[in-house]
C-alpha cells in the first residue's frame, strides 16, 4: 500500500481538516491545518507511538474545528509554546496542541445560555 494512502487509513477527518474554510486573517488557523498535513506526511509510521501521535492530531483538528469554544482557546495557547534550539519543531507543536487538547478536555465546562421566555 502506499505510504499516503496508508497514513490517511489513520486519519478518518483529513479531508474534513484539509477542506475547512478559515477566515482570509485567521493565521492560526492556515498555519495548524500546515503543521497537521506536514507532520502526518513526515512522520514514520511504522513506529506505534507515531501512528498513536497522528490519530490523536486528526482528533484534535476535528475538534478544533467544530468547537468554538476549543478553537478559542487553542488559539491563546498556542503563542504560548516555546521552542527550544536543536528541537524538531513540526513535534514539538504537535505535542504541545495535543496537550492542550487533553488539559482542555479535563477542565472544560461549558458555557449555558439562559434564554428568557418573553
Sequence with gaps: MDKN????T???HFYTIINFEYY???????????????????VDIS???N???IEKLDDVLFKYIEDYCFR???QKDIL????RRGENVLDTIVSAVI???ENYDKIRTRRVQVTRWI
Excluded at 494512502?5 to 490517511?8: D, F, K
Excluded at 482570509?24 to 513526515?42: A, C, G, W
Excluded at 504560548?80 to 521552542?83: C, D, L, R, T
Design 5 to 8: 494512502r496508508e497514513v490517511l
Design 10 to 12: 489513520h486519519c478518518p
Design 24 to 42: 482570509n486573517n485567521d493565521i492560526i488557523s492556515e498555519k495548524l491545518i500546515d503543521i497537521y498535513e506536514k507532520f502526518i506526511f513526515s
Design 47 to 49: 513506529i506505534p507511538e
Design 51 to 53: 501512528v498513536l501521535k
Design 72 to 74: 478559542e482557546q487553542i
Design 80 to 83: 504560548k509554546i516555546k521552542v
Design 99 to 101: 496537550s492542550f487538547f
